[in-house]
Each structure stands twice: as C-alpha cells, then as structure tokens.
C-alpha cells in the first residue's frame, strides 16, 4: 500500500455515492459497509448514540446482500473511479470463502478487507472470533479464495492484550495487511452490545498501531480510531502506520477524508522541499 | 419510494459550509435562527432540512428543518430554521449568541413532491415540524393549488406563527391540546373533518410519528395521497451511517429499511408500516 493512503472506514461512507458531493471519488480509497452473503435488515432502533468524544453504534450490518451489492453499487463505484475494498463479514468460514470466491470473479473490486471484530458478533450469528486463529482461519479461507496480487486486509479489534499476538497470526495466515482497529467494544446506553469510535478511542488503537509495527516490522498497519483531522492521521503514521482509516469523523464533517487527503499530500510536498512548516499551524487548529 | 441506493443529484447536491448565525429570535418556546450558508438557499426545496454541528465533542449531528431561504439579502443567501431546547445540543443550539459559527451541511433530503395539477391541498404541522410547510405552502399557491394549513402543538407556545401561515395559505386553522389557542383537540381526533371540509386531494403532514400516522391513515380512507416528513433521529443526516432506518413497502411489495435522511425524510404516508416505527 502506498504510504499516506486515506481510507473511508468500513459502514462510514454509506453506498459510496453519498459522498460525492463532498469528496472526488476518482480515485478513492473505499471499505464499503461490511457485505454479507444474504441481506441483513440490520437492528432495531436506536442504533447510534452520542457519548463523550465518541459514537456508540449498533447498526447490525443492515446491508442488501452480495447480489444486490454486486449488480448495482459495486459497478457505480467503479464507474466512479473509486478505489473499492469490499468488507466482508460472515456466519461461517465457508461463508467468508464464498464471498471471496464471488468478489474475486467481480470487475473492479481493488481488495477485500475481512471483518473480524465486529462489536456484536454472538448477538448478530457472526462467526465468533475469540482466538487468534480463528482470525487466522478465516484469512487463510479468504486468501485462498481472492488472487495474490489483490490485498486482503485484516481488520482487528484495537485490544493491546491480543494485538501482536492478532497481527502475527492474519499476517502468517496470508493477510497483505492489518487495520488496527476497529470499534471498542461498548455497550449503548440500554444495554445492547454496541461498538464505540470517534475520538475517544485514538490514544487506545494508537498504542496498538505502535505495539504492533514495532514488535512486527514486517507487517503493514493500517491505522484508525477518531481520525478526524491532518494532526491525528500524521500521529498514526508517525506510529508506523502506512495509512489511516477515517469512520466517524465523516459522520459529523462529510468532507474529513478530502481534507485529510488534501493535507497529507501538501505533507509530502513539503517533505520533497525537506519542510515542515505546515504541521505547527495545524496542530495548532486541531487543539482549537 | 425506492430501495438502497439512491444517489444524490450530483449537480444539485448539498454542501458543507461553516454558517454564521445572523440573527436569532425568541418565539415562544422555539428559537428562530437565520444562518448566512452560501450555497445552501439556491439548492433549497420545501421538505429539505440541514444537518449542523454542536459543540462540546458532540459527533452527532443535529437535523434541522429549512424553515425559509433567501437568496440574497444584505447578508447574501441565508436560510432560517427553528430550534426547540430539549436536549444538550438543541440547548446549545438555541443558545447561540449572533456571530457564532457552526458547520452546516444541507440542503438534505427528498424534498415534498408538487402535484402537477392545481388540486385541492391540505397541509397539517405539529409543534416546530411545521417549519417545512411553510415554503411548501408557498409553492402550491403558485401552482395555482388551494391550501389549507393546520397548525397544531400542545399550547400556545410551541405554535408557529398563524399570522404568518395566512400569507402562503387560503385557510389556516389552529389545534391545541390544552385549547389556549384555536381548537381544542389533537390531530388524530381532527384531521378527519378537516380533510372532509377541504376535500382533500393531496395530504402532507410534518410532526411526531403518531400525528403523521393518523395523517396518513385518515388521507388513505378518503384515497386521497399523503407525503409525510418523517423526524427520525439521525446521527450523520447525510445517507453515511444507516442509523436512521425506516421500515417502508416497496412498489415490489417488499418491506425495506431504507435511510430517513437520504431516501426521505419525506415519504408515501401508506408506504410506511407505521407498527414498526414506533
Ligand atoms: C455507524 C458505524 C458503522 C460501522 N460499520 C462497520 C462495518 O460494517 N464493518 C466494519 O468493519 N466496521 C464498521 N464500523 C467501524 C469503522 O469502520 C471504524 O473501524 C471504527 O469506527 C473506528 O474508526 P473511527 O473512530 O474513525 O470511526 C462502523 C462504525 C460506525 C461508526
């Protein structure tokens, strides 16, 4: 992956098109929402709620199901120039293969990415991924599946007990990459399982970005949790990250990742010209 | 009505802008707040609403309906929407001070959709809902449609402005629970008769769930066809988190969770399996 690489975070960006109007999709870098074999209605009401810094979600993976997801918003997107990794998410480990085998045979998906810390997943009859080789287990059947010269990444929990442990094994299972990380597991206000994200959880998956580049150089990270501006995507970088993900952030400001994008590359610019000047002036924003 | 996806107009679509409050005016219960947002007013239609930031780390964005747009003033394009503080971000909405700056991303939504012909128009608005309404109103006078308007709230203070309603509407009537102003009574126990007295051809109702279920239930007795502008809560406003979902009936017969915020706010009144909404 190329380094500096701004992802929109899997089930953040709706479709895809409903980010038009506030991002050039050509060329885009898009998780889609998590894709599983047959549709899913997703769960009941209230699905998101506010919390300090942060969102607690427990949306259910709603989505139309791979057919659907392949006859009319997979070729949108590409027709749109974007970048698609699709996310995958599944009941059973055959599942998973399966819908690797199908999106493999798809024109124009650029990578798949596996799902593999959903926040509910006994509740919602997803494949429980409570061991590092269960994570394993579940690339490896994807690897198989998707051809060698498309990235497969892994996207773990931000956990700090499991996330070396975590990383090393999708990278031995044949994972091209891990994101690090997914929502922290939380509950909603009512009890129900949920996931939280936005701010609240950068320094937690920043620790796990940092433990796992450094115990495991060889592995790409990508890195995620509240990046909601140029200041926090260049600390999960500067932690060794070759790219972020941003969710959360594009929920309250729909034009985060363009203006990431924009930053970053005014960062490698000034990089040429051996300057940094532009990251005291932004910081200084962010703290605002 | 139509299942995921749907796109958004790419030459008409929203966008996001930091709006500066110009103005702010205390109307009862409700704050009025008029937003300079470049950008916003010339994409308007009646039943679009506007997604803003709060402060104080709040992520979840607060939907707004666009209450009235102008397209040029001395302040440029400006557009006005009413707040009713009930929870923190409401709050602090309405607390704004002349000059502050929110990020303000809109004009959101499936709009109401205008009959073609100059048919008989019954508009029927609970509490600060009724904002969108009003523009609307204005629209169908200009197609020539007549327009009754109900405005409806519990009292007094949480009424919009009558006075107001009268220059875009032929009739304007008033409902209150507690009866200190117009009738006594609510929408549901009403809205029969007034449909009935207009004759109705087309319905549309903006407030809580339980009045627009009644509105459309009641327009669908007398087959005549309803819109509903549907206030489910919202975290993004703009079609990204699936957090606003509303159970629907396809043409296809096929029930389908689609997004208030992108595949409505404004929908079929008998599309909406009421039951599940709760
Ligand atoms: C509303 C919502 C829906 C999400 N849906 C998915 C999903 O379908 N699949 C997935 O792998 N992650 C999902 N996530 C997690 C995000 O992709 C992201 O990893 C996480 O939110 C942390 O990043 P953030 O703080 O930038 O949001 C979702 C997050 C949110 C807020």
Redesign the interface.
């Known amino acids: 992956m190329r380094w500096g690489t701004v992802m929109v975070a899997s089930g953040c960006g709706g479709t895809g098109r409903e980010l038009a109007p506030y991002a050039d999709l050509d060329g885009l870098d898009l998780v889609t929402r998590s894709i599983t074999l047959d549709p899913r209605a997703g769960g009941p009401t209230p699905r998101i709620a506010e919390t300090p810094s942060g969102l607690v979600h427990a949306v259910g993976h709603q989505n139309p199901g791979l057919e659907h997801f392949l006859a009319t918003e997979l070729p949108w997107l590409v027709r749109a120039g974007v970048r698609v990794h699709v996310s995958v998410v599944g009941a059973t480990i055959g599942e998973y293969a399966e819908l690797a085998r199908r999106l493999s045979r798809a024109p124009g998906v650029a990578g798949l990415e596996v799902n593999l810390g959903a926040p509910d997943q006994a509740g919602e009859g997803l494949f429980e991924v409570r061991e590092p080789y269960h994570a394993a287990s579940v690339v490896a059947a994807v690897r198989r599946e998707f051809p060698a010269d498309r990235p497969v990444l892994a996207k773990l929990r931000p956990d700090l007990s499991r996330a070396v442990e975590g990383a090393r094994a999708v990278h031995d299972a044949g994972a091209s990459g891990v994101v690090l990380g997914d929502a922290v597991p939380a509950a909603m206000p009512d009890g129900r399982p949920g996931g939280l994200t936005g701010p609240a959880i950068t320094p937690v998956a920043l620790r796990c970005v940092h433990e796992v580049t450094s115990a495991l150089p060889d592995v790409e990270v990508v890195g995620g949790g509240g990046v909601d501006g140029p200041r926090t995507a260049r600390a999960f970088l500067a932690a060794g990250a070759v790219g972020v993900q941003v969710g959360t952030a594009l929920l309250h400001d729909p034009t985060t990742v363009a203006r990431i994008r924009a930053a970053l590359a005014d960062d490698h610019a000034d990089d040429t010209a051996g300057d940094h000047a532009g990251d005291t002036a932004d910081d200084r924003e962010d703290q605002r | 009505m139509t299942?995921?996806?749907?796109?958004?107009p790419?030459v008409r679509?929203?966008?996001?802008v930091v709006g500066e409050v110009l103005a702010t005016k205390r109307a009862g219960a409700y704050r009025h707040l008029t937003i300079a947002a470049p950008g916003l007013p010339e994409r308007f239609r009646a039943g679009n609403f506007v997604a803003v930031?709060v402060g104080d780390?709040?992520?979840?964005?607060r939907p707004l309906w666009i209450h009235r747009v102008k397209e040029t003033g001395a302040y440029g394009p400006t557009l006005d929407v009413v707040v009713e503080p009930r929870g923190p971000g409401s709050t602090w909405l309405a607390d704004l001070p002349v000059g502050a700056r929110l990020?303000v991303?809109g004009p959101l939504g499936r709009p109401f959709a205008l009959p073609r012909e100059p048919v008989s128009c019954v508009l029927v608005g609970e509490g600060y809902a009724a904002a969108p309404l009003f523009p609307l109103a204005a629209r169908l006078r200009e197609r020539g449609c007549p327009v009754t308007l109900v405005l409806a709230a519990d009292d007094e203070g949480h009424l919009l402005s009558a006075l107001e309603a009268r220059r875009s509407a032929r009739s304007v009537s008033v409902i209150t629970r507690d009866g200190s102003v117009g009738a006594r009574g609510d929408v549901p126990s009403q809205v029969e008769a007034v449909l009935e007295r207009a004759d109705a051809d087309v319905v549309y109702a903006a407030g809580p769930t339980a009045t627009l279920a009644a509105v459309a239930a009641a327009a669908e007795r007398r087959g005549a066809w309803s819109q509903v502008a549907l206030e489910?809560?919202m975290?993004?406003g703009?079609?990204?988190?699936?957090?606003?979902?509303v159970p629907v009936v396809a043409e296809d017969g096929v029930t389908r969770?689609v997004r208030a915020c992108?595949d409505g706010p404004v929908v079929r009144g008998d599309r909406v399996h009421w039951g599940e909404l709760?």
């Open positions: 299942s995921e996806p749907t796109g958004v790419a679509g929203p966008v996001h930031s780390g709040r992520l979840a964005r990020p991303t489910t809560p975290a993004c703009t079609g990204l988190c699936q957090g606003c979902p969770r992108v709760g």
